[in-house]
Nanobody
């Protein structure tokens, strides 16, 4: 059974930082593309960042230079360091594991940035 469990969300002031974690089980973690997506109220889910099995990263333009995705294959965990947070970053953040055509999702963690 595959599980992706996110943690680290919360309420932070504009300009602050948060670090999200996603612990994976039930997959050979090191071989999967891992990613973070987010969904704000009334909006579609959107890509935030991905990291390949080889460590190649990809970011949405809106978070480049502020967010950093990383992975620890020994701990089966992917992280999202979020700095210089803005109110527009407020959303539920979801962890994703992908090996096309298979996708797994976590249940999400709420991030709220106050102005």
């Amino acid at each position: 059974q595959v599980q992706l469990v996110e943690s680290g969300g919360g309420l932070v002031q504009s300009g602050g930082s948060l670090r999200l974690s996603c612990a994976a089980s039930g997959i050979i973690f090191s071989t999967w593309l891992m990613g973070w997506y987010r969904q704000a109220p009334g909006k579609q889910r959107e890509l935030v960042a991905t990291i390949s099995s080889g460590g190649t990263t990809n970011y949405a333009d809106s978070v480049k230079g502020r967010f950093a995705i990383s992975r620890d294959n020994a701990q089966n965990t992917v992280y999202l360091q979020m700095n210089s947070l803005k109110p527009d970053d407020t959303a539920v953040y979801y962890c994703n594991a992908r090996r096309t055509p298979i996708n797994y999702w976590g249940h999400g963690t709420q991030v709220t940035v106050s102005s």
